[in-house]
């Protein structure tokens, strides 16, 4: 396979942070790369590199394969406002043009909906559309499940199994991490290393480069005491002539102090909560809305002791406003809340993070011991709230939640921004939580490891009861799809028939033939509409107005061909 990419000697580093020094690879035609490091680590700098967005600080080099297209798809969308979305992502490209609008549909996004409209879940599915609608070569993509509902999620991961393009991102998502990509790259230490296959496989090989590592680090250690002895033996007078030998004795002595310590969130003694009574949260018959949307309709629930639920349905069905509903931020407009007197709720908010972002790290969470649990070391105490990544500033949130000892904890999209190996270890955390727990989350894999039941939200105030976690529901679902599609298909079958002597074969009417030969007539002239609009369409024209009529136009003219030419088809198969 060619390649697509050659990285050589880049470097990037901020202030005396060295993300990463000096690395090189290459990316080949048809890889689909997941890039895995812990957050704060460079994978975002790393991708705005590539992307042009930003340079190495030690120069290096970035070769790209002439003639191949590159989308960036990055974390934070830039847009205006003011646009509709076809005015957004719409280039005057004829073709570029019918294929976004395709992808806006199949993702549930109006093209004729203002920018500023949009939730941050269908202005990342905006995003998508135009980077899928480009037909690069070569996709750059960070965290591109981010903010997006399962369905967005499994249709962009059904498109990216199916296409040929080369891709190389970052994510968190490790069940669309399997089904999507062949090959982990990891960002460890500043260093690049490659993984062909999934990301069980990356597992195995990384765990044995880690114990081949220390087990090199102890034959240098070998070395190294057989090195000072000889350094404590040697008469000072012969210590001249042996200097290149001291040399490669301190050398030694840093590579033998190099040993490979994972580093891992410690939970330890944090998974007891505050006394949990018998009440929980008790809804009856609650129902909620803005105006004449109905968010829930004569909802009925008692939330128990130690229960793990899951709350999935698509962006914008209200989600985050039951939420906001069981926790006392809104009052349901008809119907009762109660909530237990014992019961104390830590709220994992993405809205409600914020900092003074002046302060330090430890002047924002004043234990170091906790601290040090959820991956600050020492040396980033003093770092300022501004300096810390997204990811970062993730894990410092979570953690001024889980220290006030919450007997329920509710956790929105909380796999947004942490890394895998984080994410795995807050999995185990929550797996030994002594309380209760509610999560939203688009996160297939998260879901299927923490939670008993789903809250599935329909759409128009319906909320229906799932036994199981995601993986099950969504087999169940397609069971079910399956189930009506064969009764449909039956209900449409013909009777069977009972073989008669044929009819002789009828004529055309005098009417049928007018109709025929104007038929003919008409399918001639839209033919000819059809092609001076393309020729119009493909000849750059900035007018979105007058783009988007002549698009409106088009749409028309091949709905009425189809009516004829099938009507045409069926009077000339009359005798």
Not at 526 to 545: A, H, N, P, R
């Amino acid at each position: 396979m060619p390649s697509y990419l050659q990285i050589e000697n880049i470097s990037k580093s901020y202030g005396p942070k060295i993300l990463f020094e000096n690395i090189a690879f290459n990316v080949n035609e048809g890889d689909k790369i997941a890039l895995i490091a812990p957050n704060g680590t460079g994978k975002t700098s790393l991708m705005r590199i590539l992307a042009g967005k930003d340079k190495s600080d030690s120069g290096g080099s970035i070769l790209f394969l002439k003639q191949i297209r590159i989308s960036f798809l990055e974390q934070e969308y830039e847009f205006n406002p003011e646009f509709t979305v076809g005015q957004q992502i719409f280039t005057g490209d004829f073709e570029q043009e019918l294929q976004a609008k395709k992808f806006l549909t199949d993702l549930g996004i109006n093209h004729e909906q203002r920018m500023s409209e949009l939730s941050g879940g269908e202005i990342k599915r905006v995003a998508i559309a135009q980077m899928l609608a480009s037909n690069s070569d070569f996709l750059i993509m960070d965290e591109p499940t981010n903010h997006l509902d399962i369905d967005a999620i499994e249709y962009l991961e059904n498109y990216l199994k199916r296409s040929k393009c080369t891709l190389f991102m970052v994510t968190h998502d490790r069940y669309f991490l399997d089904r999507v990509c062949n090959t982990v790259m990891e960002l460890d230490h500043g260093s690049i290393y490659t993984y062909k296959g999934d990301y069980e496989n990356f597992l195995a090989k990384r765990d044995e480069r880690i114990a081949n590592y220390n087990a090199e680090t102890d034959k240098v250690r070998n070395i190294l005491r057989r090195e000072l002895e000889w350094i404590h033996a040697t008469p000072c007078a012969r210590g001249g002539k042996a200097k290149y030998r001291k040399q490669a004795f301190l050398e030694l002595k840093d590579r033998a102090s190099a040993v490979y310590v994972e580093k891992n969130v410690d939970m330890s003694g944090m998974g007891t909560g505050s006394r949990l009574g018998s009440k929980i949260i008790n809804c009856r018959d609650v129902t909620f809305g803005y105006g004449d949307r109905c968010i829930l309709s004569h909802f009925t629930y008692n939330f128990q002791r130690y229960e793990r639920v899951g709350i999935v349905g698509r962006n914008g069905v209200g989600k985050s406003t039951f939420i906001n509903l069981i926790t006392g931020a809104l009052q349901p407009d008809a119907g009762t809340i109660e909530r237990g007197e014992s019961l104390k709720i830590g709220y994992y908010n993405q809205s409600g993070m914020q900092f003074d972002e002046r302060q330090t790290v430890l002047e924002t969470v004043n234990d170091t011991h906790l601290l040090n649990r959820f991956l600050f070391s020492h040396d980033m105490f003093n770092t300022r709230i501004e300096k810390l990544s997204g990811g970062e500033r993730r894990r410092l949130y979570l953690l001024t939640i889980l220290m006030t000892q919450p007997n329920l904890l509710i956790l929105d999209e909380p796999t947004n921004d942490l890394d895998i190996v984080t994410l795995n270890v807050l999995e185990e955390y929550l797996l030994e939580f002594k309380g209760s727990l509610i999560i939203v989350t688009h996160d297939r894999h998260f879901l299927d490891r923490l939670v008993d039941h789903l809250l599935v939200f329909c759409g128009e105030g319906k909320v229906k009861d799932f036994i199981g976690g995601y993986s099950e529901y969504r087999s169940f679902i397609k069971d079910y799809e399956a189930e009506v599609k064969k009764s449909e298909d039956k209900s449409k079958t013909p009777p069977a028939r009972v073989v008669e002597k044929a009819p002789r074969a009828r004529k055309l009417t005098y009417k049928e033939k007018q109709e025929f030969e104007s038929l003919e007539k008409e399918i001639e002239e839209l033919e000819k509409e059809k092609s001076e609009i393309e020729v119009v369409l493909s000849g750059g024209s900035t007018d979105f107005e007058e783009i988007q009529a002549v698009s409106l136009r088009y749409e028309e003219i091949k709905g009425m061909l189809d009516e004829k030419e099938f009507r045409w088809l069926e009077l000339s198969e009359i005798k």
